[in-house]
């Protein structure tokens, strides 16, 4: 179970009262876990923290929580100090006397000022303040909390639809409106993977840098055009959208993004007229290799023959550990380069139906995404559009790349690449058309 | 009058430092673009006619020319 460090409980100023008495010491599981799905929060955080205490500072813990304006319950209070918190009524703070340690409801952590990353002074009687978590006893049921979250959002989202509504409730958590079908079709919902710590690069027409669904990421950029990075032509924004997008896009956007915690380098190796040159990427792939991207995401080709340079940059990523993944192309022809060398991916496009889109190019494919009437961000101010393309089928096996390597240190290179393949989602076309099958995240 | 120049990507062997190799192809009157040492290419420019004496040089594996890559511009009905 991943901690996170540093983390402030969410702000939710519509609703702090409500959440308040929610995510209070006195509420039940059922509570905490109904509050969880309803801000889409999997992180299996409760929303309350527990302080501990160094040893044997006795009722000075119990002091510095109501020097803070906490109403403290003490469990000694209790016959046996047997509590069941459901009967400390509107107490901010559950003390354990025996173990040094105390419940405090999330509204009361927040409002008091304490914080996860609040630095504890030496003479504090406070030892560790850390997030509680839900636990469970059967390691199918974390499955069961996850997956519940994604099917009352797609729940939701259809009664949305059926409704015939296309105002949504403004008040939604933005989380419970759904995903893109290509997103929904890898399973991408469902996975508890999101690529901390991999590092993905997107060669292509750059990014938008100040739009509003990559604020606090991290991005990297270079530039190998003689432009700017910033994205004016809107490919390459729209590509790392579906590849890194965010878990919650502004406003009641759906989700769009596969690996929203990975580190992003935005490589400009197409001009803003969409317009590059074999050298030109060849220096983006240098940049992206130099850097030790695992994954190495490439929208962009030419109906050529396999040129000796793509596929030497091929294999320097693999043997390095690293894995590109190119797009087929849309001439309904043999597929062009870069994907046509060995060393690289090819990555046709399905329709939703999960049929090969008929502009796919096919020959040399080694798996396929979702390439057809795909939604993702684009530059400001439009900030969404939609569009179709073994471009936007590619960034899916790029951000599901990103979640497979998340899951396991050995996942790099071709064992990546054999991964991507072998738990892909079989399809009843020719591998010739659609390669192993539908890319998949991992669970 | 001289040759006109045109872009080529040349494609190295890992069995020679790329640095030498660049130096080669300079002296023979390649004019060196990037070196990309991470995937053994060298792009840069050069005319038609010393091309077959760059493809002798000692751990050159491939001269190739450099093709333009197009998408089109935002909208376009040709895309990839």
Known sequence: MAKKRGKQPKKDSSSSSRQGGKLGVSASVDDLLTAALERGDDSLETGRYIVTYKEAVGDEGIRSLKDRGLRVADARDYTGQAVSLEAVGDADALVFPEIGAAVISGAAFEQRGLSVQAEIAEDSPIEAIEPEYFAFADPTDQDLYLRGFRRAAEAIEQDLRSAGDAELDAELDPMVVGATWGLIACNVPASSRHGLGIKVAVLDTGLDLGHPDFAGRSVVSQSFVGEPVQDLHSHGTHCIGTACGPKAPVGTTPRYGIAYRTPIFAGKVLSNSGSGSTGGILAGINWAIANRCPVISMSLGAQTPVQAAYTAAGAAALSNGLLIVAAAGNANQPTGAPANSPTIMAVASLDNNLRRSSFSNFGKIEIAGPGRDVFSSVPRPTRYGTKSGTSMATPHVAGCAALWAQSAAALRGMALWRRLQATARPLSEPQSRVGKGLVQAPA | ?80
């Open chain 2, 1 to 80: 009058m001289p040759q006109k120049k045109r872009n080529w990507i040349v494609t190295t062997s890992a069995d020679r430092p790329i640095t030498t190799i660049a130096k080669d192809l300079e002296k023979a009157g390649f004019s060196i673009g990037n070196v990309n040492d991470e995937i053994q290419s060298i792009s840069g420019a050069a005319g038609d006619d010393i091309v077959e004496k760059l493809r002798s040089i000692s751990g050159v594996v491939d001269v190739s020319a450099d093709e333009p890559i197009d998408i089109g511009p935002p909208d376009s009905p040709d895309t990839w």
